[in-house]
């Protein structure tokens, strides 16, 4: 006897049989992703103006955006707590400017629920603009316009991320719901 | 498909509690956020534990991603220096006949200098670092500029001790961990360094601007004599630094002084050295309240 069609058993998150997702897998990704996303600024290079954008904010408004539902509102304050250990912001900006950014995505979701992935891009770009210039004010250091002019590189760089950032989001979201196997 | 968050959440009292309760936790961090926002810039300390912590944690992490962006400079140099090859042979040959004469020059000044020390009666010895370590790190998506060093106080590193590279000044040591310490560097715009001009009596302070520049504000106004390409070393002024490291050049005249570009860029450093603050005794001198003497704080 022959398959009609040999995938037939299969979807997107792999064979069905004998398998499930995994509930480890599908709550730990997110937070795993963003906690390493926020460490990440601290690695690739020691420079002498902030260029690197904020990787640990991006990728948690992108898990918001992409997969609506899955973060908490006040997922911010965790991260952005765990963020503020390694940023060299003063302690508790993060908490604070994550927490807030939470809370406007659900603001801005509430006036406006259909969005298209342009709309998507261009709240997370202005929340992270936003937060960018607000984490410069509150960092301690004197305001002056190159400071100001030091932080443009930083917006265009998150702007170009934003949509990358996205997509490696919607597929982490396709392995968080991979199916394992199960024993037993 | 509308997002599952803006959906009604159903006439369950337990579902809207629940939404509600989420509200509630989000505002009330956002709040504690402020709070500890307020607290720490108060008091710029306060955090240092929880942070020297965390980043002894992924020193190692660090350390070896600093290996790699070490080795990856030099292959992209190498390359770089294969595409070049001839011209560049053609001007090095050149430098090479110059640096020969000057070098002749400089045994000659290091000769007199040796004797006139002697004269004088001082002695100079050459002062060993505390700990030879990579910058593994920076903060570089924030507006602060530190960067991460990967010796801590097991190595003997202290708060306040200088931090060089070969070419000159990067920072100077903020917080200790046990394995990793923060540095701060010169382009934050926290960071003043007083300087002189290499081959002339002119006094200033270099300010970090937060980019990767730094403003060089002249102690005594008037004419400004600096030059594009004028280089600023240490005065020794403060009694951190020692002085003659060099910390910047000139790129652009201003007004009261110059913008001037930092020597040794952060960016471009692998292997930096901690040093023996250098004066410690001043340091303490300027610590202890006026009313007080310099041995009597020494014996409480």
Redesign the interface.
């Known amino acids: 006897m022959e398959r009609a069609d040999p995938r037939s058993r299969r979807d997107a998150y792999g064979s069905r049989i004998n398998r499930a997702h995994s509930p480890l897998l599908a709550y730990t990704v997110p937070w795993a992703t963003i906690l390493l996303a926020s460490l990440l600024p601290v690695f690739p290079i020691a420079t002498a103006a902030p260029i690197v954008p904020p990787v640990g904010l991006m990728t948690m408004l992108a898990w918001r955006l992409v997969r609506p539902g899955l973060l908490p509102v006040w997922a911010g304050f965790p991260l952005g707590m765990f963020n503020d250990l390694f940023s060299g912001q003063p302690f508790g900006s993060g908490i604070l400017l994550w927490s807030l950014a939470m809370i406007v995505v659900e603001a801005i979701e509430t006036r406006f629920p259909w969005r298209s992935f342009v709309q998507d891009w261009l709240i997370a770009v202005g929340i992270v603009t936003c937060s960018i210039v607000a984490a410069a004010c509150l960092s301690g250091a004197s305001l002056g316009p190159p400071l100001f002019a030091a932080l443009m590189p930083q917006v265009l760089l998150s702007l170009m991320l934003y949509p990358i950032i996205a997509r490696m989001i919607s597929t982490l979201d396709r392995f968080r719901l991979l199916r394992v196997r199960i024993l037993g | 498909m509308?997002?599952?968050?803006?959906r009604r959440s159903s006439y369950s009292r337990r579902a809207q509690y629940g939404v509600f309760t989420?509200?509630v936790?989000?505002?009330v961090?956002?709040l504690?956020?402020?709070?500890?926002?307020?607290?720490?810039?108060w008091r710029?300390a306060?955090?240092n534990g929880?942070?020297s912590v965390?980043?002894d944690a992924?020193a190692p992490?660090?350390e070896a991603?600093a290996e790699v962006?070490a080795e990856s400079q030099n292959l992209i140099e190498a390359i770089r220096g294969y595409l070049r090859a001839g011209s560049q042979n053609a001007e090095l040959k050149q430098e090479v006949e110059l640096a020969r004469i000057r070098l002749a020059e400089a045994e000659a000044i290091k000769r007199e200098n040796e004797r006139l020390k002697a004269l004088l009666g001082i002695e100079q010895e050459e002062t060993k670092p505390v700990a030879v370590a990579r910058?593994i790190?920076?903060?570089?998506?924030?507006?602060?500029?530190?960067?991460?060093l990967g010796a801590g106080s097991v190595d003997g590193v202290k708060v306040g001790m200088p931090v060089r590279s070969p070419r000159g000044v990067v920072g100077r040591v903020l917080e200790v961990g046990r394995q990793s310490s923060?540095v701060l560097?010169l382009?934050?715009?926290?960071s003043i360094l007083p300087v002189r001009l290499v081959d002339d009596n002119v006094v200033a302070y270099a300010e970090g601007?937060?980019?990767?520049?730094l403003r060089i504000r002249l102690i005594n106004l008037g004419i400004n004599p600096l030059k594009k390409g004028d280089i600023f070393v240490t005065s020794g002024a403060g009694g951190y630094y020692r002085p003659g490291t060099a910390v910047a050049i000139v790129a652009e005249k201003t007004e009261d002084g110059a913008l001037a570009r930092?020597i040794s860029?952060?960016?471009a450093?692998d292997y930096v050295a901690v040093e023996e603050i250098w004066q410690p005794e001043a340091i303490r001198a300027a610590e202890t309240p006026i009313e007080q003497s310099v041995s009597e704080a020494d014996n409480t």
Do not use: H, K
């Open positions: 509308a997002p599952p968050s803006s989420g509200y936790i989000a505002g961090g956002a504690i956020g402020a709070i500890l926002l307020a607290l720490s810039l710029p306060s955090f929880p942070r965390a980043q992924v992490a660090a991603s962006r910058l790190g920076s903060s570089s998506a924030s507006s602060r500029r530190f960067a991460y923060r560097l382009t934050d715009s926290q601007r937060g980019d990767s520049m930092i860029d952060p960016a450093t």
